[in-house]
């Protein structure tokens, strides 16, 4: 039998599944919602609330990543003040020392009766024919051609060429740089002469001078270029052989010329002594 045949049941059933709809809506009261809605109310409600938690997750996310993009900006900022006081802080630091150099100076010039005279250091020329530095103090400032130039340390060279407003100094690394000097524990004398960029030779010792690695070497102030008793260098090395009257001793400069700032130009220099001179 075709489903389509008329048939008097089948009509009472489509009938009613028709009808019930309808009943059920004449019986809502006011604000009341059809049974048949309810299922899909749920489904509705579950979505709104799946809705709104995926929102809320969004917004705290949101405001999340606003928030750390904010604390990262503080970061940066931090981080740029705390260069800057850094910067100052060096800044401040290299005025002090700055001001310690100066004063220790002062000092100097204060306890010597011989004319000292402060300069800066303009250039440094330690690869060309003479290794030399450029200071900013020339004729108009009474610097001539043979003051010595030292620091409150040690000695630094000579003047080799004095102009109107800077003179070149001669360091005594130069391999024609030489300097008067004795051996401060035993009193012999040589003469220290430049070897190289970093270190110098102490000739004409005797061979029966007691030298050994370590020892200082100081200025002997009979050159009346330096004043007596300034440290010059160490000893690096002694060799000596049978066949040499004097032993071959390589020293190592106290100053390290490349770092120089500020120098002093000793003048009129008389043979005195820089330790009577300081006590």
């Given at each position: 039998?075709?489903?389509?045949?008329?048939?008097?049941?089948?009509?009472?059933?489509?009938?009613?599944?028709?009808?019930?709809?309808?009943?059920?809506?004449?019986?809502l009261?006011?604000?009341?919602?059809?049974?048949?809605f309810?299922p899909?109310?749920?489904?509705?409600?579950?979505?709104e609330?799946?809705?709104?938690?995926?929102?809320?997750?969004?917004?705290?996310?949101?405001?999340?990543?606003?928030?750390?993009?904010?604390?990262?900006?503080?970061?940066?900022?931090?981080?740029?003040?705390?260069?800057d006081?850094?910067?100052?802080?060096?800044?401040?630091?290299?005025i002090?020392?700055?001001?310690?150099?100066?004063?220790?100076?002062?000092?100097?010039?204060?306890?010597?009766s011989?004319?000292?005279?402060?300069?800066?250091?303009?250039?440094?020329?330690?690869?060309?024919?003479?290794?030399?530095?450029?200071?900013?103090?020339?004729?108009?400032?009474?610097?001539?051609?043979?003051?010595?130039?030292?620091?409150?340390?040690?000695?630094?060279?000579?003047?080799?060429?004095?102009?109107?407003n800077?003179?070149?100094?001669?360091?005594?690394?130069?391999r024609?740089?030489?300097?008067?000097?004795?051996?401060?524990?035993?009193?012999a004398?040589?003469?220290?002469?430049?070897?190289?960029?970093?270190?110098?030779?102490?000739?004409?010792?005797?061979?029966?001078?007691?030298?050994?690695?370590?020892?200082?070497?100081?200025t002997?102030?009979?050159?009346?270029?330096?004043?007596?008793?300034?440290?010059?260098?160490?000893?690096?090395?002694?060799k000596?052989?049978?066949?040499?009257?004097?032993?071959?001793?390589?020293?190592?400069?106290?100053i390290?010329?490349?770092?120089?700032?500020?120098?002093?130009?000793?003048?009129?220099?008389?043979?005195?002594?820089?330790?009577?001179?300081?006590?």
């Open positions: 039998m075709f489903f389509f045949q008329f048939d008097y049941k089948k009509i009472a059933v489509i009938a009613l599944l028709i009808l019930l709809p309808l009943f059920s809506i004449s019986l009261k006011p604000g009341d919602r059809l049974w048949i309810r899909l109310s749920g489904i509705v409600g579950f979505t609330s799946l809705f709104i938690g995926l929102t809320g997750a969004v917004e705290n996310t949101t405001k999340t990543y606003v928030n750390l993009i904010g604390i990262n900006k503080s970061i940066h900022s931090l981080k740029r003040e705390n260069a006081l850094k910067a100052r802080m060096l800044t401040y630091s290299e002090l020392d700055e001001n310690q150099r100066l004063k220790q100076i002062l000092k100097f010039q204060t306890i010597q011989y004319s000292v005279k402060p300069a800066q250091v303009i250039g440094i020329d330690l690869f060309a024919e003479r290794s030399s530095i450029r200071i900013n103090k020339g004729i108009i400032d009474g610097v001539k051609k043979g003051d010595a130039v030292i620091t409150q340390d040690a000695a630094v060279g000579y003047i080799l060429e004095s102009h109107e800077t003179s070149i100094v001669l360091v005594l690394t130069d024609y740089a030489v300097i008067d000097a004795v051996l401060e524990k035993s009193r004398r040589g003469i220290i002469e430049g070897n190289g960029v970093d270190t110098c030779i102490l000739k004409y010792l005797q061979r029966s001078d007691d030298v050994n690695v370590g020892d200082l070497v100081v002997s102030g009979l050159d009346n270029i330096f004043p007596k008793g300034i440290p010059v260098a160490k000893v690096k090395s002694v000596r052989k049978k066949s040499e009257i004097t032993p071959q001793v390589e020293v190592t400069p106290i390290d010329v490349t770092r120089l700032d500020e120098v002093l130009i000793i003048s009129n220099v008389k043979n005195q002594s820089l330790e009577a001179a300081l006590q």
